[in-house]
């Protein structure tokens, strides 16, 4: 079993004192370092990574903190509220998650979901600027919206969003990392003209990879070694993210994603 630092143990410490007269339970895994706040009323939570509160934490101490309980206030406040669907045409989003995430959610509402792959599953999500709301039946009920409908708003709101790369070559391969953090940076790989696009200018063998919420990768590779970079990238990211999705990569020919697993061979050591 990993051992907590004493950093993740002062920070775990003080925002058990901020949230201990809340109605909200906390929870703590040792494993992940990650911290989450659920609402008891709704059974719906917000997990917080803390080592991505470390460093900000190192630097300005208890300041730190503050706007991140009164941020996690705010999310679950509203979480309780009856948000609309009508009217919000533009604030609704997919998103991307495991096959094998729950279906449902609070008191046993059923979310709203499409197939995608083998490996993944699209849900969709109402944006709340600080969070967002996975839409279940009743809201989409509510609004008079079909499936299709729901799912074409989605998709006209995602392909609306900037896509920023930072681009990393290692050992002759180009890896290119999206850069927007705005909650649906994964959902990039439902953008079927960024896939054709980055597919027309790949000069390799062209694979994504989006191995939590916020991260989504694309390699285009060139020889063996950068499938085994890809890999270890992969489960890395995978293993660090708040919401993780898949540890696989896909390879992307005539316009259909295939998971592939690759069994690295080694650490790459550049």
Known sequence: MRRMSQKSFEIKR?????????????????????????????????????????????KVGDEALAPLVEKVTQSLNELKTNHQLAGNENRVFPVIRAESFTTTHGSDKQLISTPHTAETTIFYALDLETSYQLID???????????????????????????????????????????????????????????SDQKAHATGELTFCAPHQDAFIVADIHNPKGYDILQQMAMQFFSEGQVPITALSFLYEDDTLTPIFIMAKKKPTD
Not at 28 to 39: C, H, L, M, N
Not at 155 to 167: E, G, Q, R, Y
Not at 186 to 193: F, K, T, V
């Open 14 to 58: 003080k925002l058990d004192q901020a949230f201990e007269e809340t109605p909200y339970q906390t929870q703590f895994d040792r494993e992940t370092d990650q911290y989450r706040v659920v609402d008891q009323e709704t059974n719906q939570g917000v997990t917080i990574h803390l080592t991505k509160v470390m460093e900000k934490y190192e």
């Open 137 to 195: 039946e009743a809201m989409l009920q509510e609004s008079g919206w079909t499936k299709q409908k729901l799912h074409d708003y989605a998709m006209v709101n995602l392909k609306a969003l900037p896509i920023d790369l930072n681009k990393q070559t290692v050992a002759g391969n180009d890896f290119y990392f999206v850069k927007n953090q705005d909650g649906y940076t994964a959902s990039r790989i439902l953008h079927e003209d960024f896939l």
